[in-house]
């Protein structure tokens, strides 16, 4: 989240701006408890299957809200930029992720098809519902598309940081979101946020009002994301009540 990892962009996006300013929440969603016992080795193996259950589910609607951000990006029309590529590219890991889930929960003892969603991961994705609308902004869709895989990303990255104790049997799951790979895919969604967030800034389309409507929209979805992403984890440690708290 530096300059550093933007070489040649003199100066931070929209993004970064957000992150500073909501810095409490950010690292909030980033370096939840959840993540930090996976880090520190105390992790609550039931919790992780129960991580693992909601998550498919999550997953399995992420995909269609991924697919809709690729029709905004399509209907955009501009082919040169490039977002359809990487769009596309995340669907394609979308698709290697679900199998990865199915092959996880069945190491686990985990029942996939016995697991019911949550209330956490109901009201998750019925927000990605609400994205998928056509109405819904392609500059908003993209700033929420890009928290959801930011939080991923910086969080099990984290786990996998020199000094952690993750438990060798939870590192392959964190390496899928914590890898090098992954972090230059989260780099590209934040470049395309932060392309389409300044030019609706800078107003240099006739409707302004719209515009700068897209930019406070965006904001306030991002924040909505980082909330969502929170509970999620709690619901995985079960802080929400639905099962005893760790001692
Ligand atoms: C709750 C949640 N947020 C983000 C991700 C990462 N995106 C796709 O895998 C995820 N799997 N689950």
């Known amino acids: 989240m530096d300059g550093k990892s933007n070489p040649g962009v003199p100066y931070d996006g929209m993004t970064d701006t957000w992150v500073k300013k909501h810095r409490l929440i950010y690292i909030g969603a980033t370096r939840h408890p959840f993540i930090l016992s996976i880090r520190d080795g105390t992790v609550d193996l039931?919790?992780?299957?129960?991580?693992?259950?909601q998550d498919y589910i999550f997953v399995r609607a992420f995909v269609p809200f991924v697919a809709s951000v690729l029709i905004k990006a399509y209907k955009k029309g501009d082919e040169s930029s490039g977002d359809m590529e990487v769009i596309l590219s995340g669907l394609g890991s979308l698709n290697d992720e679900i199998a990865w889930f199915k092959q996880e929960?069945?190491?686990?003892?985990?029942?996939?098809?016995?697991v019911a969603p949550e209330k956490p991961t109901q009201d998750y994705c019925g927000f990605l519902e609400e994205l998928m609308r056509p109405e819904v902004d392609y500059t908003v869709a993209m700033a929420a598309f890009w928290a959801i895989e930011a939080v991923y990303q910086e969080s099990f990255a984290h786990c996998l940081e020199e000094g952690s104790k993750t438990p060798i049997e939870l590192q392959e799951a964190c390496q899928r979101w914590g890898n090098d790979g992954f972090g230059r895919y989260c780099s590209s969604l934040r470049n395309i946020a932060d392309r389409q967030l300044e030019k609706a800034a800078?107003?240099?389309?006739?409707?302004?009002?719209?515009?700068?409507?897209?930019?406070?929209?965006?904001?306030?979805?991002?924040?909505?994301?980082?909330?969502?992403?929170?509970?999620?984890?709690?619901?995985?440690?079960?802080?929400?009540?639905h099962s005893a708290p760790k001692p």
């Open 105 to 114: 929960a069945s190491k686990w003892g985990v029942d996939l098809s016995q």
């Open 46 to 53: 039931s919790a992780f299957k129960r991580w693992l259950g």
């Open 202 to 241: 800078s107003g240099s389309v006739p409707l302004v009002k719209v515009s700068e409507d897209a930019v406070s929209k965006a904001e306030v979805t991002f924040l909505r994301v980082l909330e969502y992403e929170v509970d999620f984890w709690n619901m995985s440690c079960g802080t929400d009540g």
